[in-house]
């Protein structure tokens, strides 16, 4: 698969079950956006609006008629069982989730297809043997993982099926380098961090005020004087990014795209406006010394 370096994370796209101030018409006008400028790369999964990101993204490209044009990737492993949100990786349950995708997406074939979170019962070998069996199905073109520990991850590639996974990874959390990051280049495996602006914290918008009620509320980063230093990192970042007539979210994102190993990267966005922001990414060129300066802020 060959996409923009900047796809497009659709988690607030129908995602009322994650953040409290989104509405559908919006998400759809910001995948319109997205594909209006470019991006070519859009990722959601059932967990974001327990399907109604799928759906939203489905009818715009329905829309459009430009499917072919597009890498859509998907992700399964939650299940509503009696009101409660349960994860299941087994074999029938992976096969019926690839199915009902399909439908929501409005697509015979899924670009690449991640589970989401290892349900801690089903051996993670088995789970991507059953990705396999459907990439040779013509289900689905690539198998992803994540959220997997370093053993998991180990134990769901132990058979090489592996070629994408997803984890956090931004200037805040920086665990990746230590394991994730090496172990997929040695693999030949496709790194795409998740939460690359740290859930907004990198955009430099927050003051120490900030208070949150969507998820951010159990974010760690997001809490009592560890919010307070990071909002001091970000604003250093701020203020080299003024120096280059750029913003913090800019500089954020061009790190990750210069780091060894990361092919992608898929900031979301709530907005049109926000999206053609991080777009501008794109037009950042970071010297060697700039990425030093960038590390030193956030060792």
Known sequence: MQVTKLGYGANSVGGHNLFSNVNDDTGKEVVKAALDNGIDFLDTAFIYGLGRSEELIGEVLKERGNRDKIVLASKAAHKLVNGEVVKDNSREFLRDSVEKSLKRLQTDFIDLFYVHYPDGKTPLAEV????????DEGKIGAVGASNLSENQLQQFNQDGYL??????????????????????VEHNISFVPYFPLASGLLTGKFTKEATFTDIRKKDPLFQGEAFLRNIEKVNQLKALAEEKDAEATHLALAWLLAQPGVDVIIPGAKSVGQLKNNLQTLDIQLTIDEVEKINHIFS
Request: aromatic content about 16%; overall charge negative; hydrophobic content about 30%.
């Open 163 to 184: 070629d994408v996974y997803q984890g956090e990874y931004s200037l805040l959390k920086r665990e990746a380098e230590h394991f994730y990051l090496p172990y997929t």
């Open 128 to 135: 991507a043997g059953t990705l396999k069996e459907l990439k």
